[in-house]
T-cell receptor, first 112, second 113 residues
Framework: EPEVTQTPSHQVTQMGQEVILRCVPI?????FYWYRQILGQKVEFLVS????????KSEIFDDQFSVERPDGSNFTLKIRSTKLEDSAMYFC??????????FGQGTRLTVV | DAKTTQPTSMDCAEGRAANLPCNHS???????VYWYRQIHSQGPQYIIH???NNETNEMASLIITEDRKSSTLILPHATLRDTAVYYC??????????????FGTGTLLAVQP
């Protein structure tokens, strides 16, 4: 069964450092998403991406965040200068047109 | 997207049916009911969705009331591996570019041996 793959599974970074989280969506999917979940809190929408551009972003997704689809298979989330409060699970999701979204297993980001 | 209300937690005996309710009294005519679950901080997993008719797949059944103001997710024979947080989400489904999911706090289903 096709799946969304995220790497790394766990990333530890120092405050102020840049971090890139990587995702390989399901191959025929066209819509891509990033969500995050701070420990013990809700899953929160960050950004959606379609046709090589951001289609919607939340208030959380400020100038420190960016997304990119650098080639035909990867979808990345970059945090330019990490803060302690960026520590969370980050989930990538993808879907085809008119279907449900499939989520990856997440990257646990720990900012120290 | 319409707001949903779910119980915070529920218990179910292993092998029995688990019935998880959801209220969505402000649902509009073009909004679907989606169910996802999250097992211990893993990525959310799609279960089932429906508009007005009852739906069944290999994982679960979804019963939507005639007025569409509430629904019930049924896991027919719960196992320990079904212990998870279950999210009921209401949203429009169309070919548009966003279709983001808004997660609430969900119901923590604990399946007891």
């Amino acid at each position: 069964e096709p799946e969304v793959t995220q790497t790394p599974s766990h990333q530890v970074t120092q405050m102020g450092q840049e971090v890139i989280l990587r995702c390989v969506p399901i191959s025929n999917h066209l819509y891509f998403y990033w969500y995050r979940q701070i420990l013990g809190q809700k899953v929160e929408f960050l950004v959606s991406f379609y046709n090589n551009e951001i289609s919607e972003k939340s208030e959380i997704f400020d100038d420190q965040f960016s997304v990119e689809r650098p080639d035909g298979s990867n979808f990345t989330l970059k945090i330019r200068s990490t803060k302690l409060e960026d520590s969370a699970m980050y989930f990538c999701a993808s879907r085809a047109s008119g279907t449900e979204a499939f989520f990856g297993q997440g990257t646990r980001l720990t900012v120290v | 997207d319409a707001k949903t209300t779910q119980p915070t937690s529920m218990d179910c005996a292993e092998g029995r049916a688990a019935n998880l309710p959801c209220n969505h009294s402000t649902i509009s005519g073009n909004e679907y009911v989606y169910w996802y679950r999250q097992i211990h901080s893993q990525g959310p997993q799609y279960i089932i969705h429906g508009l007005k008719n009852n739906e069944t797949n290999e994982m679960a059944s979804l019963i939507i009331t005639e007025d569409r103001k509430s629904s019930t997710l049924i896991l027919p024979h719960a196992t320990l591996r079904d212990t998870a947080v279950y999210y009921c989400i209401v949203r429009v489904t169309y070919g548009g570019a966003t279709n983001k999911l808004i997660f609430g706090t969900g119901t923590l289903l604990a399946v007891q041996p």
